[in-house]
């Protein structure tokens, strides 16, 4: 489907834009939205860009009840020349058809939302902000819409996109995280919905990031669900360690986000000729390694941070920190590259850019 098959009504009310050198996370949106419904029997429909507003729905909406909602998270960059860059947002379409197929949600054309998406940001360009280190953040996200009290999928959904201007992830520079090891509290399991972006996953990991910062930690070190022992995630990003001159990241096993950051993080690596493994390592395994001196270090990955140091790690009364609680040299390297690359700043060898026409 082309572009022309999306509907556009624009705003009579364009708001004031917030100063691009003063913006949070999350809390301002632009002038327009991007939606489309879907009704069984008939498919999506009334794909098109509206003005932002609230939207009205049953109080008997699925969404409400059972949780039947997903969604995905990607940066837009203005380059110094004024063009406008995604990082491989058709990644993120197949991972939200991917979440939606664990959820009993219908798959949308990936190709239909990419354009509804890049007309939106035509109409809202004015709003990526300039500034070093800021982006517009993009939110796309399916919920079920019809009104019914019994567990089903629901026969109808709304598939949105907004938008929101971020300021940098690092104001003061790239301070390494402390983080707590969750022996207790688990945020996926094998078989459950650990690899989709589905509400409820979050919804269930906040009880322990509230313990874990009343104690001083910034977020947790997720272990698997079933023994407590294997590495998965921290906070909400995909980890990596370097042990030893290589680089270990948990292989997805069913409960593991498969994060774009992640994915591209390994390409980086392997292109570099250095070596870098996917295979399941334990708490154990990381604590020898820590004691050998051979932890070199530890980083997060995920699109709002794009790497995350970790500066030290609470384990059973144990702590382990990491590089002198410095970001290590290779953590550095990488963020620079891949802030390079989304940005136009550096050469874009693996065509991960999708330069949006204007
Ligand atoms: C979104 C997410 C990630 C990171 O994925 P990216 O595509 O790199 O942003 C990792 N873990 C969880 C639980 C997530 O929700």
């Known amino acids: 489907m082309d572009q022309l098959s999306i509907h556009v009504q624009l705003t009579n009310h364009p708001k004031e834009k917030p100063a691009f050198d003063q913006l949070s996370f999350g809390t301002v949106f632009t002038d327009h939205m991007f939606t489309m419904d879907y009704t069984e029997g008939k498919g999506w429909h009334d794909a098109k860009v509206v003005p932002y507003k609230p939207i009205t729905l049953d109080p008997a909406a699925i969404v409400f009840h059972y949780g039947q909602t997903v969604f995905e998270g990607l940066k837009a960059y203005v380059t110094q020349e004024d063009e406008v860059l995604l990082f491989r947002p058709d990644e993120n379409m197949k991972r939200l058809n991917r979440s939606n197929e664990r ?26 902000p300039n500034v070093e280190g800021t982006s517009l953040y993009i939110r ?30 690092y104001k003061e520079g790239i301070n390494p995280v402390r983080i707590a090891v969750e022996s207790e509290f688990v945020r996926a399991v094998k078989g459950g919905t650990g690899s989709a972006k589905t509400a409820g996953n979050y919804a269930g990991a906040m009880k322990a990031q509230e313990v874990a910062e009343a104690k001083g930690y910034s977020q947790v070190l997720w272990l698997d669900g079933k023994e407590h022992k294997y590495i998965e995630e921290v906070g909400a990003m995909n980890v990596f360690f370097k042990i030893n001159g290589e680089v270990v990241t948990p292989s997805l096993n069913g409960s593991i986000l498969e994060g774009i950051t992640r994915k591209s993080v390994i390409e980086l690596l392997q292109h570099w000729d250095i ?56 953590s550095k390297k990488i963020y620079d590259t891949m802030t390079g690359i989304q940005t136009g700043k550096l050469p874009d060898p693996f065509e991960w850019r999708m330069k949006v026409e204007l």
Not at 103 to 128: V, Y
């Open 140 to 169: 796309p996200f399916i919920f079920a819409t019809q009104p019914y009290l019994g567990v089903a999928p629901s026969k109808t959904y709304r598939f949105m996109i907004i938008l929101s201007p971020v300021g940098a992830y």
């Open 103 to 128: 959820l009993c949600m219908p798959a949308f054309d990936e190709e239909l939302a990419l354009a509804g998406l890049r007309k939106l940001i035509q109409i809202d360009k004015d709003w990526i």
């Open 275 to 330: 070596p870098v493994t996917e295979r399941q390592i334990s708490m154990e395994e990381l604590f020898e390694a820590y004691e050998s001196g051979l932890l070199e270090e530890a980083f997060g990955t995920g699109t709002a941070a794009v790497i995350s140091p970790i500066g030290e790690l609470f384990w059973q009364d144990k702590k382990l920190v990491v590089n002198h609680g410095e970001i290590g040299e290779l």
